[in-house]
């Protein structure tokens, strides 16, 4: 697919220098040159509406954060990541919203008022695509690291190392490694129209492609096939790959594909999806417009948004 890596996440060539991770010297001194990205509850730092708030080694908000993660070389200088969850706003400001979405934004006392940690899919396609790449490598690894505190084999409280690329045991030396959910998210198509739902709980109106989780000892084509039949019971035929996307919401990697339906009969899963439906590309360029009175499409920068306007500007071969 034309463009694929031009997708939000999609990577901008960052080096990641993973040879040095290893090394404490080195991450000794590229420590003290860096620049620290401080991430509270999943929320990185933001120093304005597209930029993120980086702040040198020894800042007092970093006085709160635990072991930093080395995240590469942004031409040249040392980028890491830091979580910052255990400190408290001021009463009222504290509370994370539930929903979908959260809009609110925290702000620290010992920053300036520009400055505050925000919801990263609000400002994702503001971002440079270096900066997003790096937001999104940190709040994958820092919630990782939260919610994998102790060994998985033996129960023993686990260590960060490898400059937070890896976490071992103490007690039994079972060595533990970032997780990632491999994802299929399909633009499935018959004809002129796509396939669209939508699941409970979703805000009003929006519909995006389906996706599913890939199963232990399944392909990418076989797992576009069964999830599209499970939820919407469609029957897809030929499937190819597309663009990939890394989701940090908390942890998948995003497998676009296309897939070819054989017939256009839905039989829903109320389980899975609310609603299901075909919309033709006419009726699509209404939608990604903002202009249809009943469908919102899905948000942009979601690889969702990425696949369907690629496929009404005929780019996907």
């Not at 925000?118 to 400002?123: H, N, T």
């Not at 820092?142 to 890896?166: D, I, K, V, Y």
């Not at 004809?191 to 699941?199: I, K, M, T």
């Not at 039949?229 to 594909?257: H, K, N, T």
């Amino acid at each position: 697919m034309r463009g694929a890596e031009t997708v939000t996440f999609g990577g901008s060539g960052l080096d990641r220098a993973a040879e040095r991770r290893g090394d404490a010297a080195a991450m000794a001194e590229l420590w003290a040159a860096g620049q620290v990205l401080p991430i509270w509850r999943g929320k990185p730092l933001l120093a304005g509406p597209d930029v993120l708030g980086w702040l040198p080694p020894g800042h007092p908000v970093l006085a709160q954060g635990g072991d930093a993660v080395f995240l590469g070389l942004d031409d040249g200088v040392p980028r890491f990541a830091t979580d910052v969850s255990d400190w408290s706003p001021e009463a009222g400001a504290e509370a994370v919203h539930a929903g979908f979405f959260d809009p609110s934004v925290q702000r620290h006392p010992a920053l300036p008022d520009a400055h505050g940690f925000a919801e990263l899919r609000g400002v994702m396609v503001a971002l440079s695509a270096r900066e997003a790449e790096l937001a999104a490598m940190a709040k994958a690894v820092l919630q990782w690291h939260r919610s994998h505190g102790f060994c998985s084999t033996c129960g023993a409280a686990s260590q960060m190392r490898n400059a937070g690329w890896q976490r071992g045991c103490p007690a039994c030396g079972a060595q533990h490694f970032p997780r990632t959910d491999p994802v299929v998210i399909m633009l499935v198509t018959q004809g002129n129209a796509a396939l669209l739902g939508r699941s409970p709980g979703w805000p009003e109106g929006m519909y995006s492609c389906l996706a599913g989780f890939v199963e232990p000892g399944e392909t990418i084509e076989a797992a576009v096939r069964r999830e599209v039949f499970e939820e919407s019971g469609v029957v897809v035929g030929d499937v190819r790959y597309l663009a990939s996307q890394p989701w940090p919401f908390p942890a998948s990697l995003m497998i676009g594909c296309q897939g070819d339906a054989q017939g256009r009969a839905i039989t829903l899963d109320p389980v899975e999806l609310e609603d299901a439906l075909w919309v033709t590309r006419e009726e699509m360029v209404t939608v990604m417009a903002g202009q249809h009175p009943r469908i919102r499409p899905a948000r942009k920068g979601a690889i969702a948004h990425f696949l369907i306007a690629n496929w009404l500007a005929d780019r996907l071969d």
